[in-house]
């Protein structure tokens, strides 16, 4: 897990366009890593379109946009194109990203009725 103040040590992953990416791959830009629980959902979708409708502002500013979650390259790739997005999604199946940057938190809203059993 990485902690604020602290370099991120370097990691690949497999992304769309069927590429291999190393945050080192980044160096000498910023890199905005957004997370998301599944494509293809309402949320994540406005959220993606958020980054796709901005890139230019994020471009003037040497700024990279990545999307990450635990999808499939695949399925990666189906979402990127429906939804005409200009950077990269990245696949996580196994969390390792997800794990370095502590995102996976349990749901605390979430209400389980009590049986009495």
């Known amino acids: 897990m990485i902690t604020p103040g602290n370099p991120v040590t ?4 497999l992304a769309t366009g069927d590429k291999m990416v190393k945050l080192s791959d980044y160096r000498g830009q910023y890199l905005l890593i957004y997370f998301y629980p599944k494509d293809n959902t309402p949320g994540c979708i406005l959220e993606g379109q958020h ?15 990545v999307g990450v979650s635990r999808d499939s390259v695949r399925v990666h790739e189906g979402f990127k194109t429906k939804q005409d997005f200009p950077f990269d999604l990245l696949s996580d199946p196994d969390e390792t990203l997800c794990q370095l940057f502590d995102v996976i938190k349990l749901k605390n809203m979430l209400i389980v009725p009590d049986y009495g059993g």
Request: charged residues 30%; hydrophobic residues 40%.
């Open 10 to 13: 370097d990691f690949e992953a």
């Open 51 to 65: 980054f796709r409708d901005n890139i230019e502002k994020f471009t003037s500013l040497n700024t990279v946009i």
